[in-house]
């Protein structure tokens, strides 16, 4: 029987099934970050040992500071905290200053760390990234990261499969950001509840590996366990010669050719989009599902007839500041923010450096690459120079201004237009109005201090 | 894990789509230890503006909440579910759930019901205009107030979860020799899955 690329890693990952349906699922990778501590403190009440301590990967991400200087006491005891568990039960560490630290969702495919065929885990939402290669990847609570350190496995009901086929081609300028955010738009911040989605098509088997990681990045934003791309012949190459790819790679990439589903293989629902019909994506609202191409307006409330849905629209415009009707082009925005799980690879960086070559930001910014090696790679390059040059901040790699828990802010009121993965209110801090967008339309930002049609603005000069 | 079978108590209605675990937890509170509880965390950016129902004295001590859909998306941060329990709560009623959000919740003895878009704003109502309490009874999966009842849906294998107050370490724990010999045969086979 056809079997698609979800089921067959399930079926080879399920050690039991009990007659309810729960199935008991063996992790291959656990990455764990400073949010870990309530997990460890489990452990130690049930004075219990971390059972496969190789298979977990400890990395200080969430509260990495991004500018030298003193960093406060209780960020630097969320450090200490990791730095002390990690020692305790003998599991591989990246710290802050570590040549290999990262966001863990840039440093698991970045190390080789994560492959295809693989189940990955992380107290972190955004585990949904590592599908880019193949891979179940799927966020867990603490008490499910407590599970994991102490029998690497997990107890799990099978979702329900969706494929998502994108036609055609994307036009100039438009990413994977823009494509995540559309998908979004039309399943709903909850559409995708209860599945595993595959992506497919001609469109995304063009997108990069990075543009695959941001797609994979953003499943979670419409509700889905996670989100997948077959591995091909693009996976192998971005994993050939990764410190952590398997020692008998081309025996394991003769395995992982395996993995993509059969041919009719059957999903519970398909969707099918035109990537010729996407256009830049911003965020109007304070959902991920508040998404409109930058040629649109403001939803009118008036004009919606759900009730509760016209309700959203009125109090998410009130809380960024926003009119009914409002044109999306022209928005006055405070500061630009270029990071994060989903958007701080380095096609993410070049993808902003291209637009702010040889130009002036009029508006402060950040950017912060996604790790230690982005980092270095893009100063390589030269685009840190470019970034630096126009007027922006040149940061270290951390979650940063995503989720502002290591002090990186935006004030009461402020806008920004922000490459992350949620505009939800005080995200970026208390009061913080935040427009999603790709790195392009974020650089694009900077240069006008407006939001932008990427599409209207020639690449800067090299 | 206590259990939950039958709870009738004061309910307070959230009339708000979208209520994310930002929101329910907000980011820089994630610091505090389990130990210190997370009672006064919760919805604090929201609480404190006038007329926000959780500080309505009408609906002081409520043990259920009521809101509009996608309730407890985004972030997996289980002091979501802290936040709530630690405040009271033992049941959140709407119409749907963030994925992780509701297994959190299980994990903690919070309730999870899932109404349809139409009852939840029929309950909505009710603790608005007539009555701040509602019955919830997990065996009959059934909300009921002032004669009026509701169906709610629970995946049952979360249902029986909830019943019997299961800790799924303990419950793992005891197939630990079918771990084990699955990961002896796994070791062998999918040797580059191994680090």
Not at chain 1, 297 to 325: F, K, S, T
Not at chain 1, 392 to 402: A, T, Y
Not at chain 1, 434 to 441: C, E, N, R, V
Request: hydrophobic share 40%; aromatic share 6%.
């Amino acid at each position: 029987m056809p079997r698609t690329l979800f089921e067959k890693i399930w079926q080879l990952h399920e050690i039991l099934r009990r007659p309810d349906g729960q199935s008991l699922l063996w992790i291959d990778r656990h990455y764990v970050h400073e949010g870990s501590h309530v997990a460890f403190a489990q452990l130690e009440a049930r004075c219990a040992a971390v059972a496969y301590p190789n298979l977990c990967i400890a990395v200080a991400d969430h509260y990495a500071p991004t500018r030298p200087g003193p960093v406060a006491p209780e960020i630097a005891e969320m450090a200490a905290r990791l730095t002390h568990n990690s020692g305790v039960h003998g599991i591989r560490l990246s710290c802050w200053d570590a040549p290999d630290q990262g966001i863990v969702h840039v440093i698991g495919p970045e190390r080789g760390l994560t492959l295809p065929g693989l189940i990955v885990v992380c107290g972190d939402s955004h585990t949904s990234t590592h599908g880019a290669l193949g891979a179940i990847g799927f966020g867990i609570g603490a008490s499910e990261v407590a599970h994991v350190l102490m029998t690497q496995t997990l107890w799990q009901k099978r979702p329900k499969l969706m494929r998502v086929t994108v036609e055609g081609t994307l036009g100039p300028g438009i990413g994977a950001k823009d494509l995540a955010l559309c998908i979004i738009t039309q399943l709903g911040a909850d559409g995708g509840r209860g599945f595993a989605i595959e992506y497919a098509g001609p469109a995304v088997r063009a997108l990069s590996m990075e543009g695959r990681l941001t797609l994979c990045n953003l499943t979670i934003e419409c509700g889905a366990r996670c989100g997948m791309v077959a591995p091909d012949e693009m996976t192998f190459a971005y994993l050939r010669g990764r410190p952590h790819a398997p020692q008998r790679f081309e025996a394991a990439c003769e395995s992982w050719a395996k993995l993509p589903s059969d041919s009719g293989a059957e999903f519970h629902r398909e969707i099918t989009l035109n990537a010729a019909d996407i256009a830049p994506i911003v965020t109007w609202g304070t959902s991920p599902e508040d998404a409109l191409p930058i040629t649109g307006n403001v939803p009118d409330p008036a004009r919606i007839e759900n009730p509760v849905r016209a309700a959203h629209a009125r109090e998410a415009a009130a809380y960024m500041g926003l009119h009914p009707g409002q044109k999306l082009v022209g928005i006055t925005v405070d500061r630009v923010f270029i990071g994060s799980c989903t958007n701080s690879r380095i096609e993410d960086l070049r993808a902003a450096a291209a637009i702010l070559a040889g130009r002036r930001a009029v508006i402060p910014g950040l950017v912060s690459p996604g790790s230690a090696q982005v980092k270095r790679q893009a100063e390589q390059e030269g685009l840190a120079n470019i970034f630096t040059d126009a007027g922006l901040e040149w940061g270290n790699s951390g979650c940063s201004l995503c989720v502002g828990m290591n002090g990186d802010l935006v004030q009461p009121g402020q806008r920004c237009a922000s490459t992350t993965n949620r505009n939800f209110r005080g995200r970026q801090g208390p009061g913080a109005r935040t427009h999603l967008m790709s790195p392009a339309m974020a650089a694009a930002a900077a240069l006008t201090g407006r939001l932008t049609d990427v599409r209207e603005i020639k690449p800067g000069r090299i | 894990m206590e259990k939950f079978t039958r709870l009738t108590a004061t309910a307070c209605p959230l009339p708000l789509a979208g209520i994310d675990t930002d929101q329910l937890a907000p980011a820089r509170f994630l610091k505090r230890k389990r130990s210190e509880g997370y009672g006064p965390v919760l919805l604090c950016d929201l609480r404190g503006a006038p007329g926000f129902p959780l500080d309505d004295p009408r609906y002081a001590g409520a043990r259920i909440l009521a809101a509009r859909r996608n309730f407890g998306g985004g972030s997996s941060r289980e002091a979501a579910v802290y936040a709530l329990v630690d405040y009271g709560i033992r049941c959140v009623v709407a119409p749907s759930f963030g994925d992780i959000f509701a297994s959190n919740a299980v994990g903690n003895g919070l309730l999870p019901a899932v109404v349809s878009e139409a009852d939840a704003e029929a309950i909505l109502h009710m603790l608005e205009a007539f009555t701040p309490s509602l019955t919830i009874d997990l065996e009959a999966c059934r909300i009921s107030a002032q004669g009026a009842s509701w169906p709610f849906a629970i995946d049952p294998v979360w249902r029986e979860k909830l019943l019997q107050g299961w800790d799924d370490i303990d419950l793992t724990l005891s197939r630990q020799g079918e771990i084990d010999a699955f990961a002896l045969r796994y070791r062998t086979e999918h040797a580059f899955a191994w680090i």
